[in-house]
Each structure stands twice: as structure tokens, then as C-alpha cells.
């Protein structure tokens, strides 16, 4: 039985920090403080953060038959991620990604789609997903086959067995629009796009007015991030912005959002209200930001707790 499972991409980042500028593009070579290897992407993110809330968490991903893949299941294994649902595509290379982060904290990435652009998860595994209590997507638009053939099983089989189901995005890198994504939002309790990414896939700038591109396709609870500026909350009841956790220094934004899903999702199992769990994932997000690399920054859900309270205090 697993608290949650996280299904999507995995990838090792090679992140590189101090001294990162436009200007590493017009000499020959820099000079930086730090490169350094991580376990990173969507889904990883998300079950590294939830593994040290306290959830039992699983991943489904797929991994190269290569020293990168190596190391990302160590490094994933090393945080409590239970990694039995994890493939090991035997002629794939890992999925890698290069993290370039500027000094006030903001990111670039170059990645390569490596084996997850021919991944689809097994019978065995679409199995698994109905021992858990929420099925977390993390994120449509890095792995075409998972979009267009994997995701829709995980989803009915989570909900046929009564779990919770949550689903991010990245920006439509794919170029697809709706066309593949739009048919599972019928089956995603809470869809959690980044104001970027939900405004790259609709065209909208207005949260409210994207909102209901998204219920037009049949999401019913939505949860955009949006950064520094907190979260719009929009469900059947309601349609509310929710204030970050502010105060704490920035040292790279690599990974927040996905922290803000996991910890977001931890409230819910935890039965916290929506807005509460918003609370909850905003000061996730920030203890995470304090840090350099993507996760695996936050110890417990009560450390969680404690900058929360004294933000409120």
C-alpha cells in the first residue's frame, strides 16, 4: 500500500550555480562556484518531497541502463522514494537535464527527453496504482508516449479504486494543446498548473478566465501557481488567492512548484482544507527555495509546520 505514487518524469540534473549570467554565452569559458549532480524532474521532485513529509511514496518512471541511471536511483533511494515501480529501459539513456541558476535564484533548463520519450508504464505497474491513496502526474508535455498512451490507464485505474488524483503540466513543449491532455481532465481531482503554463496552454492572462478553458474540458478543482505571488484557488465553491510564505531568502526556485504539488498533496491525505493545504504547500516551497537543487531539502512535515506558524504568528 502506498500513501502516494508520482508518475512521470525522472531525471538526473547536473545543476550549475554562482556566477551564471547571460554573459557565460559571449566568452570562451566561466568560472562558476558549484556544479553539482541532483536527483531532478516533475515527478521525482514530487516524491523525494513527499517521501520526507512522511508519505510512503512510490514512483513510476523509467531510468537508462547507464551509470546516470545509477546514480538517480540512488539518490532517489537515499530519500526514501520506494523505486520498485521504477523501469529500466535496457537500450534508453537517462533522462538528463542542465540546471542553470543565476545568482538572485531564477533557473534555465536544457534537458534531453533521452528514454522517456518512448516510455509507457506495464500492466504490473497500471496494477499498482490502485493500492494507493493519491495518484500524482508530474507533468504532461515531457514524455509523448506517456501523454498519449500512459496516462489515461493510471488515471482510471486511481479512480476506480477511490484515490485521489492530482496532475501538473510544463509548458507545451510538444506543441498539442488539448488535444491529448484535454480528454483526462474529467479524471483529475485537482489540476495544478504554473501561471506560465497555464497561460502558455490557453492564451489566457487572466487566472479566472483560464479556469474555465480548463472546466470547459472537465477539470473541476484547479490550483495555479504563481510564484511570488501565491496560488489562485478555483473549485466549485470558491475562487481565491492564497499569499505565499514570505521572508525566507531565495537561493534557487529549481523544484518549488513540484514541492508545492507534494506538499499540496500531503494536506489533502492529511484532511486539510484546500486553502490550508495551500498554506502548507507555500511554506514547503519556501523552505525549499532557501536551498540549491530541486529537492530533498524539507525533513519532516513538522519543520513544514513550524515556519508556517511563525509566519502566521
Request: aromatic share 8%.
Amino acid at each position: 500500500m502506498y500513501d502516494m505514487i508520482c508518475a512521470g518524469v525522472a531525471c538526473l540534473d547536473i545543476v550549475v550555480s554562482g556566477n551564471v549570467s547571460p554573459t557565460v554565452f559571449t566568452v570562451d569559458s566561466t568560472a562558476v562556484k558549484n556544479i553539482s549532480l541532483h536527483s531532478g524532474g516533475d515527478a521525482s521532485n514530487q516524491a523525494v518531497t513527499a517521501s520526507t513529509l512522511g508519505l510512503r511514496t512510490g514512483l513510476i518512471t523509467c531510468i537508462g541502463n547507464d551509470w546516470k541511471g545509477e546514480q538517480l536511483k540512488r539518490l532517489l533511494e537515499n530519500r526514501g522514494v520506494l523505486t520498485e515501480l521504477v523501469a529500466t529501459m535496457e537500450d534508453g539513456n537517462t533522462v538528463t537535464s542542465i540546471v542553470l541558476v543565476s545568482d538572485d535564484g531564477s533557473r534555465n533548463f536544457m534537458f534531453d527527453r533521452g528514454c522517456g520519450s518512448e516510455y509507457i508504464p506495464s500492466q504490473q505497474v497500471i496494477e499498482a496504482v490502485k493500492s494507493c491513496k493519491l495518484l500524482s502526474i508530474g507533468s504532461f508535455f515531457v514524455m509523448p508516449r506517456f501523454d498519449h498512451e500512459g496516462v489515461e490507464p493510471l488515471l482510471r485505474a486511481a479512480k476506480a479504486a477511490g484515490a485521489i488524483t492530482v496532475a501538473d503540466m510544463t509548458c507545451d513543449t510538444l506543441h498539442e494543446g488539448f488535444k491529448h491532455i484535454g480528454k483526462y481532465f474529467p479524471f483529475i481531482d485537482y489540476l495544478m498548473p504554473s501561471f506560465e503554463e497555464a497561460c502558455d496552454l490557453t492564451g489566457e492572462v487572466d487566472p479566472k478566465r483560464m479556469c474555465q478553458i480548463f472546466r470547459s474540458y472537465g477539470a473541476t478543482n484547479i490550483v495555479i501557481k504563481m510564484g511570488g505571488k501565491g496560488c489562485y484557488l478555483a473549485t466549485s465553491e470558491q475562487e481565491t488567492m492564497i499569499p505565499p510564505t514570505s521572508g525566507t531568502k531565495v537561493v534557487d526556485t529549481t523544484g518549488c512548484g513540484d514541492t508545492f504539488v507534494a506538499a499540496f498533496c500531503y494536506g489533502l491525505l492529511d484532511g486539510k482544507s484546500i486553502e490550508d493545504c495551500a498554506r502548507f504547500a507555500h511554506a514547503a516551497a519556501a523552505i525549499n527555495a532557501s536551498h540549491l537543487g530541486a529537492s530533498g531539502h524539507i525533513h519532516s512535515a513538522n519543520e513544514v509546520e513550524i515556519l508556517l506558524q511563525s509566519k502566521e504568528s
